[in-house]
């Protein structure tokens, strides 16, 4: 079965700061794409950045990245230059291609001034 | 501007009662989903469909039901069967080519009186 774990429900940065958001996942599929999706307060979710599983290079998003490390099964997201506007809910998300998307419980993130 | 429009925005369910939450989108998208999202438990499917007229059945799919008449249209009925039915519903639509990120409309919160 597929799985994804955030296992920080909460999480604080002060503003211009960088924070890192964890993501574990678990699959049997060797191909499949893991996502980071924001959710402002608004609630319309938004797509951050997307990674492809066979890619060995981290991808990256002007100023949030990715530290995918495959064989640990981690995917997590670094946002730099923490700005007000990042402040959201973050979901962590997974394919292998069935048509079938599984998410994780999501981080809060707070961002002080 | 292409995009997903779910309305309305807000919904309000007496007990007892079937309602029906709108999902369109005009991306040209053949895949759409909906999902339902409770604090903290991030987003799980409900349905998902990836041609007219053809659907399935996703991970809580007990007390709702789907039809897709026409390719940009999705709309979920939540039935009088749906116990615990108060929640935030997201639509979302992806090409139909696997890993491709889902595109979601802005939801709706229904709320059962």
């Known amino acids: 079965a597929q799985t994804v774990t955030q296992s920080q429900p909460e999480m604080s940065v002060q503003e211009a700061e960088t924070v890192t958001l964890s993501c574990t996942y678990d699959t049997s599929e060797s191909d499949y794409y893991l996502f980071w999706y924001k959710q402002p307060p608004s609630r319309q979710m938004i797509l951050v950045i997307r990674?492809?599983?066979?890619?060995?290079q981290n991808a990256t998003e002007n100023r949030f990245s990715v530290n995918f490390q495959k064989a640990a099964k981690s995917f997590s997201l670094k946002i730099s230059d923490s700005q007000l506007g990042d402040a959201a809910m973050y979901f962590c998300?997974?394919?292998?291609?069935?048509?079938?998307?599984?998410f994780g419980t999501g981080t809060r993130l707070k961002v002080l001034a | 501007d292409g995009g997903i429009t779910q309305s309305p925005k807000y919904l309000f369910r007496k007990e007892g009662q079937n309602v029906t939450l709108s999902c369109e989108q005009n991306?040209?998208?053949?895949?759409m989903y909906w999902y339902r999202q409770d604090p903290g438990q991030g987003l799980r499917l409900i349905y998902y469909s990836q041609i007219v007229n053809d659907f399935q059945k996703g991970d809580i799919a007990e007390g709702y039901s789907v039809s897709r008449e026409k390719k940009e249209s999705f709309p979920l009925t939540v039935t009088s069967a749906q116990k615990n039915p108060t929640a935030f519903y997201l639509c979302a639509s992806s090409i139909l080519i696997s890993y491709n990120e889902q595109f979601f409309g802005p939801g709706t919160r229904l709320t059962v009186l």
């Open positions: 991306l040209n998208h053949d895949a």
């Open positions: 998300a997974s394919t292998t291609g069935t048509y079938k998307y599984i």
């Open positions: 990674q492809e599983a066979y890619k060995q």
